[in-house]
């Protein structure tokens, strides 16, 4: 089953406005990590923001903020006045808190930012 | 820049052969992750190493085997290639090995790998 479900391939949005990129996940661990990732068309990976699953407040990070469902076991992330360097794709991870470990990816969303 | 590094950056190879990609974490993080994305598998976890020691093991294939060092570097050592062994070959680091804060994986730059 996915860990992690990212259901929009593709999205596009102006630039300066606001976007959202939706993640859900599953796991019946109570302690977790989510994490969104930006991978540029140049490859790197890049970090953006965290949340954990025992925060009770949204995390934000500059133009990115993460708005998390704990019940919905959903974690958007939201990046504001969009700017032509947001285009990428991005990834939505978690990370479980039990002995494996590993961090999973979703598939990924690639954003297109239009002038 | 992320801090961490990799070499080398791209590398071509022939099936049946034998590869060492390289990497050295940010200063001051114990933690090595190793991770694989290719276009029908996406991004996969492959092992992680912490202070030395395997931590936690993904979807890493028998061929496939890894190690950290003393100096905290780790290399991934990749054999029998096959043609689907072809990908982006990451290496992430973080202070810890845990979920919470702070424990965000900072990624190299990857090690692009053509097996022909």
């Known amino acids: 089953a996915q860990k992690i479900t990212q259901t929009q391939p593709g999205m596009f949005v102006q630039e300066k406005e606001a976007v959202t990129l939706d993640c859900t996940y599953d796991t019946s661990d109570q302690s977790y990590g989510l994490f969104w990732y930006k991978q540029p068309s140049s490859g790197e990976m890049i970090f953006l923001i965290y949340q954990g699953s025992y925060d009770e407040q949204n995390a934000t990070e500059g133009r990115y903020s993460l708005n998390f469902q704990k019940a919905r076991k959903s974690a958007n992330l939201v990046i504001s006045a969009s700017q032509l360097g947001d285009s990428a794709m991005y990834f939505c991870a978690m990370r479980e808190g039990t002995n494996n470990n590993d961090m999973r990816f979703g598939a990924g969303t690639r954003l297109t930012v239009k002038p | 820049d992320s801090g961490v590094t990799q070499t080398p950056k791209h590398l071509i190879t022939a099936t049946g052969q034998r590869v060492t990609l390289r990497c050295s974490p940010r200063s001051g993080d114990l933690s090595v992750y190793w991770y694989q994305q290719s276009l029908d598998q996406g991004l996969q976890f492959l092992i992680q190493?912490?202070?030395?020691?395997?931590?936690a093991k993904g979807n890493i294939l028998e061929r496939f085997s890894a190690q950290q060092f003393p100096d905290l570097h780790s290399e991934l050592n990749l054999s029998s290639l096959e043609l689907g062994d072809s990908a982006l070959y990451f290496c992430?680091?973080?202070?810890?090995?845990?979920?919470?804060?702070?424990?965000?994986?900072?990624f190299g730059p990857g090690t692009r790998l053509t097996v022909t």
């Open positions: 992430a680091s973080s202070v810890g090995g845990g979920t919470g804060s702070g424990y965000e994986q900072y």
């Open positions: 190493y912490y202070n030395g020691e395997e931590r």
